[in-house]
């Protein structure tokens, strides 16, 4: 990107894209609790009613089922509704129409109806917020087959790949994190795209390939400056969507590396973890020095408790002394 | 049970394989996933990994040597085994059975005689004793000649990892200077390859089953082949003026003669004089072979994947400039749209490349192993020359041989170049 650049907060990117994509095409609307005179429960959709109206920005009844229900009707049938879930832990309710109706719609119906309709909020832990509210649904829900899934790690990237979701055809879950809105990041001026399924070289290096997305990348970024003091040159990828998954860019630097961790804030068991490691442990078998190590969330309820809660996640500790381990320096 | 390892199918359209290369003897430990040999396809040249822990107790066919595909090639004793179902194993009888394509799987069960106290043929190899080594330290150790048995793993359960390797990379001598030339090829892929990370706005391009096949063929030409070259001028006038006339001539019969037709005419018959130019150096012996079977290097267009491929013209000493010309036609044809099959493109005994119609003066060629000699032509160009001690304007041809120096000496070269030139200079010699 060589546009001029400013610096912007993730909210703000996410708004921009949402905001130009709804300039450029009337069939985009956004729904939502509060997003509309609230400006948003996290000030995403801040000054989008103003300037759209009620009829393009509307406020919904807290009812996840049937206002993610409506969007669906509405995509089948012409429109590009995005829908804000105030929080990912919030679309459970809304389990069958995400999961069970719009991934499925065109297959079903034999391509007569597409589902074209982003469903975006925060995933993750937002900080002491308890078990029930700090759903990672990213192992949950990409193992729908049938819909696109992308997990920004930063403002750039954030509104390159909103406005390719919103003309996407597919039901694509864009997942946010309450601890990255207020983060603030380079932002090119002017329209830009970001194409799925490509990932980012966030930091190149020799020793050991680290395969993240979303919110853990940052800590991945932190460990591979901690692990560079130490010798070790990792490289950092950024997957930014894992459905689809950029495998040849793993596999190309895996083969590099020979080592490879991947940091995933969902739980272990059948996640994109597993997933990547799966899909390492065959395609670059020969070229391992080690098997892949795995750093996820603890395998139990999100604790409340402040310090358990950071053990509990993917942290910068922990990805450091996974990346000692796969290469024997532990 | 001993495992009889079968020429493995390694695409589609193979019927049979070449062994190029055994990465183990008899009486070697292997494990699943080692690469036990080379095999040469149609289409590339592969590796072939067993997938049976035990020790190569027999191997039936030599490097070098093709054989279809589910010919038995090896016999893999695993543990318990003895000499004696070894043996049974690779007797003909039991060859015979699974030669039988699509029915010979790996590890097919035989007669086995009972023995009461099982004996390894040998002790090199028991389960307890088997080495843990990580993919890529095993990868590496070879390409560093580093041997395993000598290495105590670091890692968990005694694993052999990369960092083992490069401490006892580290810690061997360096080699004494060789006082015989090492002749074995360097495999291609690790040749002077690139293993620094990528910089801002570069990309890789995946290497091709041909690609490999051609780096290694020429990595291998290149580097065990002492080439050197001799290169000659040809008047093309009389070639080019004949030409012209056959061609108008000839024009409704549909023959459209090139100029590359005349010239693997007139090499092919340039044999009869000079046998070592359609040649095979043999390690102890020089094989003159009876055919001349000429290549034509033909290149492949962007959408079959770029690179080139060697077509063979059969008893090219044999046959007339029409049907040269139309049999090099339909090859070049077939090479750029379907592809090749294997009878297309095997037993070349002598190489033409031609790089003429891109308006090249001259180049020089690597030599197609197992021919001692390939032809690299330029373009007749049209230039000031000397013709009977007058300055006049004429098309001239830069020919350029590369030959093996175990099979030709420079004084051979210059008489076959000689021979070849009186051919192109005095066509008619190429057409009664």
């Known amino acids: 990107m060589t546009a001029t650049m400013r610096e912007i907060e993730f909210r703000d990117a996410v708004r921009e894209a949402m905001s130009e994509e709804m300039r450029r095409d009337t069939r985009v609307m956004l729904l939502g609790e509060e997003v509309a005179q609230y400006n948003g429960a996290y000030k995403v959709s801040r000054g989008m009613l103003d300037e759209f109206g009620p009829r393009r920005v509307i406020d919904t009844p807290i009812s996840e089922s049937g206002f993610a229900g409506m969007a669906i009707g509405a995509a089948m049938l012409g429109l590009r509704p995005i829908v804000e879930f105030m929080s990912w832990s919030f679309s459970l309710v809304a389990a069958d129409p995400i999961l069970n109706n719009a991934p499925k719609m065109l297959y079903m119906s034999g391509g007569q109806y597409g589902c074209p309709v982003v469903f975006r909020g925060n995933d993750g832990a937002g900080g002491q917020l308890g078990s029930t509210h700090s759903w990672a649904v990213e192992g949950l829900f990409s193992n729908v087959p049938g819909l696109k899934m992308v997990i920004p790690s930063n403002p750039a990237d954030a509104k390159g790949l909103m406005k390719t979701a919103i003309r996407d055809d597919d039901p694509v879950f864009f997942l946010e994190s309450e601890r990255l809105l207020s983060l603030k990041g380079d932002v090119p001026e002017g329209e830009y795209l970001i194409p799925f399924g490509q990932a980012r070289i966030a930091r190149a290096g020799r020793d050991c390939t680290i395969v993240s997305f979303g919110r853990p990348v940052h800590f991945c970024l932190e460990a591979a400056d901690a692990l560079a003091r130490e010798g070790v040159d990792c490289e950092v990828l950024d997957m930014r969507t894992i459905r689809p998954l950029d495998a040849a860019a793993i596999v190309r630097s895996v083969r590099r590396t020979g080592a490879c961790v991947v940091v995933d804030q969902s739980w272990s068991f059948g996640s994109p973890g597993s997933e990547v490691a799966a899909l390492v442990h065959r395609e670059c078998f020969d070229d391992l020095d080690n098997h892949v190590h795995r750093v996820h969330s603890a395998d139990v309820p999100a604790p409340y408790s402040y310090d358990l809660e950071q053990e509990y996640l993917p942290n910068t500790r922990r990805v450091c002394e996974a990346v000692r381990a796969c290469l024997y320096r532990a | ?432």
């Open chain 2, 1 to 432: 049970m001993p495992v009889q390892i079968t020429m493995p199918r390694l695409s589609d359209t193979m019927q049979s394989g070449t062994i190029v290369r055994w990465n183990v003897k008899e009486g070697d430990s292997v494990a699943s996933g080692d690469v036990v040999a080379d095999v040469e396809t149609d289409k590339a040249t592969m590796e072939m990994p067993v997938y049976d822990d035990g020790v190569i107790s027999k191997i039936m066919v030599a490097a070098g040597q093709q054989v279809p595909v589910g010919t038995p090639i090896a016999i893999i004793a695993v543990d318990g085994d003895d000499g004696q179902a070894v043996a049974v194993a690779s007797s003909p009888a039991s060859a015979q059975t699974s030669a039988a394509p699509a029915a010979a799987p790996n590890g097919q069960p035989v007669p086995h005689a009972p023995q009461p106290q099982p004996q390894r043929a040998h002790a090199v190899d028991s389960p307890s004793a088997r080495v843990r080594v990580s993919p890529l330290a095993r990868r590496m150790a070879e390409e560093l000649g580093v041997s395993l048995d000598a290495i105590r793993g670091s890692g968990p359960g005694g694993r052999i990892v990369k960092q083992d390797i490069l401490a006892a990379a580290n810690r061997q001598p360096s080699a004494p200077a060789p006082t015989v030339l090492e002749t074995r090829p360097l495999p291609a892929e690790t040749a002077l390859a690139y293993h620094a990370p990528l910089g801002a706005g570069s990309s890789e391009v995946t290497v091709s089953g041909m690609r490999q096949a051609i780096a290694r063929r020429l990595v291998e030409s290149k580097s065990t082949i002492p080439h050197y070259q001799v290169a000659m001028r040809v008047n093309m006038d009389p070639l080019l003026e004949l030409r012209t006339m056959l061609n108008a001539q000839l024009e409704p019969q549909g023959v459209k003669l090139s100029v590359n037709d005349f010239i693997v005419r007139a090499c092919a018959l340039a044999m009869a004089a000079h046998p070592f130019f359609n040649a095979s150096w043999a390690g102890d012996r020089i094989i003159l072979h009876g055919d001349v079977n000429v290549g034509v290097a033909v290149s492949l267009p962007a959408e079959r994947g770029g690179g080139l491929v060697v077509a063979v013209l059969q008893h090219a000493n044999r046959k007339g400039l029409r049907d040269i010309s139309t049999e090099t036609r339909a090859l070049a044809e077939k090479a750029r749209t379907r592809g090749l099959g294997p009878e297309d493109m095997s037993g070349a005994t002598f190489t033409i490349s031609n790089l003429g119609m891109f308006g090249v003066d001259n180049f020089t060629a690597i030599i197609n192993p197992p021919n001692s000699a390939i032809l690299a032509c330029g373009a007749a160009v049209e230039q000031p020359v000397v013709r009977n001690h007058q300055l006049v304007v004429g098309h001239e041809m830069q020919a350029t041989l590369s030959l093996d120096h175990r099979v030709i000496d420079g004084a051979m070269a210059a008489e076959y170049l000689q021979t070849v030139k009186h051919n192109l200079e005095n066509p008619a010699t190429l057409l009664v």
